[in-house]
């Protein structure tokens, strides 16, 4: 009873204290106020860099080949000068008449750069302007290329080359006509595409010689429109080597394939020499090859040899020699040629191809002599080591620049010239690629090497 009284008590006062109006502060509790953030806009990426993937950056002998970024340098290999002869019509005599020449130029600079870039190309003499000309570039860029938007289309290639910008030899202007002749200066200026600001980035000297012509029968002979060529003996001591990616694809055209799928290269030397009108090239030629002073010995050891597309020519004509007053005229023909030799040599191997050797297997001091029927037409030598040819002493101290993978290599001509060699002289103190002074030993030695052949020039029949 008591405990039920107990209960019902405790009961009665817990309503009460239910109902009893106590003065409870609840604390303001402030929110603070969001103020809306503005929109933003999205940026462009400003990196022209492709992001490479482990498949899309290691080249075809599984080694990554680490490009430097180069920026702003010319690829001398690249360059090319052409000396176009300049007619207009004389309505005096009714014939066209010699006015001068003009200059054609193949340039190629390695970096990244705006739309709209290109090159100025001055010409000069003793100090004094010539010409100059705008040529307006090719601009290509690894992150605008449409054929490596995707790591599936960028798989298995080789991406560490550098971008670059490039003026074919659409780069003249035939009303910037020279009359002068014999040695010049060449200065290439990098014009940018956004602020046109103009950088000097290379500087040539180039020889350009004037060979006359005559027309009309021999009773009443007149001047022909003279033609007008650069010679080239200096370059006939040069070889780069290079992997083109594709037959369609090499060192003087588009120097990467990014649409093929990608698979093993075939080595390409190329060189330039000067031959007769009339000149066969091996149709048969092969390779021998040592490393280290050892041969090895290749499955296919066929070479193929061919001329390049750049050409520099000058036929020279006269009616001077007495058996020349009648009959056709005395002709002399004066040509500096790009000559290719493709190599039976590979590195990398492809998704569903591999190549009967790989250099790359064969790390030392290479030797290869291109031979037909008993006669060496060059000899090449280089050093391979584990991620392929390595550059020249002219690379490898700045002096002279050429495209991601390519490298200049030894290159002899045999004792007295080769059958398809007409003209040749060793120019050691002109230098290469067009006046570039050797600054290596090994350089050099290498133009020292090349013998003198024929005239170097066009003479008179008279002679």
Request: hydrophobic letters at 35%.
């Amino acid at each position: 009873m008591k405990r039920a009284v107990f209960i019902l008590t405790l009961l009665v006062f817990g309503v009460a204290a239910v109902n009893a109006q106590f003065p409870i502060k609840i604390p303001k509790v402030t929110v603070p106020k969001v103020e809306p953030k503005p929109a933003q806009t999205p940026q462009p990426k400003v990196s022209t860099q492709i992001e490479n993937t482990d498949s899309s950056v290691v080249s075809n002998n599984n080694t990554v080949r680490q490009s430097s970024n180069r920026q702003m340098v010319m690829d001398d290999g690249f360059t090319f000068f052409d000396a176009e002869p300049v007619k207009e019509y004389d309505s005096k005599i009714s014939l066209e008449k010699d006015i001068g020449w003009y200059l054609k130029s193949n340039l190629r600079i390695i970096g990244t750069f705006p739309k709209r870039s290109a090159f100025k190309v001055s010409v000069k003499k003793n100090g004094k302007e010539l010409s100059s000309i705008r040529c307006e570039g090719l601009v290509y860029t690894k992150a605008d290329d449409q054929n490596l938007r995707t790591p599936q289309l960028r798989a298995g290639k080789d991406l560490n080359y550098e971008d670059f910008m490039t003026a074919g030899l659409r780069c003249f202007d035939e009303k910037a006509v020279i009359k002068e002749i014999g040695e010049m200066d060449v200065e290439i200026y990098f014009i940018d595409g956004d602020s046109n600001a103009e950088k000097l980035v290379r500087k040539h000297k180039i020889d350009v010689r004037k060979a006359t012509k005559v027309r009309g029968n021999a009773s009443a002979s007149q001047p022909d429109v003279a033609d007008y060529y650069i010679q080239r003996h200096a370059e006939a001591a040069v070889a780069i080597a290079y992997f083109g990616m594709s037959r369609n694809v090499g060192y003087f055209g588009n120097p990467v394939d990014n649409y093929s799928t990608p698979t093993f290269r075939t080595l390409s030397i190329h060189t330039t020499f000067s031959p007769a009108e009339q000149t066969r090239l091996p149709n048969n030629p092969f390779v021998q090859c040592s490393v280290n002073g050892q041969k090895i010995n290749l499955q296919n050891d066929k070479a193929r040899v061919s001329e390049g597309p750049r050409r520099e020519i000058g036929i020279y004509t006269d009616r001077i020699g007495a058996k020349y007053k009648t009959g056709p005229p005395y002709k002399d023909w004066v040509e500096f040629i790009d000559l290719n030799f493709q190599m039976p040599l590979f590195t990398g191997e492809g998704q569903y191809a591999k190549p009967t050797m790989k250099i790359e297997n064969f790390q030392g001091k290479w030797e290869c002599a291109v031979i037909e029927n008993g006669v060496t037409f060059r000899t090449f030598r280089w050093e391979v080591g584990a991620k392929g040819i390595l550059p020249h002493a002219e690379q490898k101290n700045g002096n002279v620049n050429l495209f991601y993978d390519a490298a200049l290599v030894e290159m002899e001509i045999p004792s007295g010239g080769s059958p398809i060699d007409f003209r040749l002289l060793p120019l050691p103190n002109a230098g290469l690629f067009y006046g570039i002074p050797w600054s290596t030993a090994e350089g050099k030695a290498m133009a020292g090497r090349v013998p003198k052949m024929g005239n170097p020039y066009h003479v008179p029949s008279a002679k």
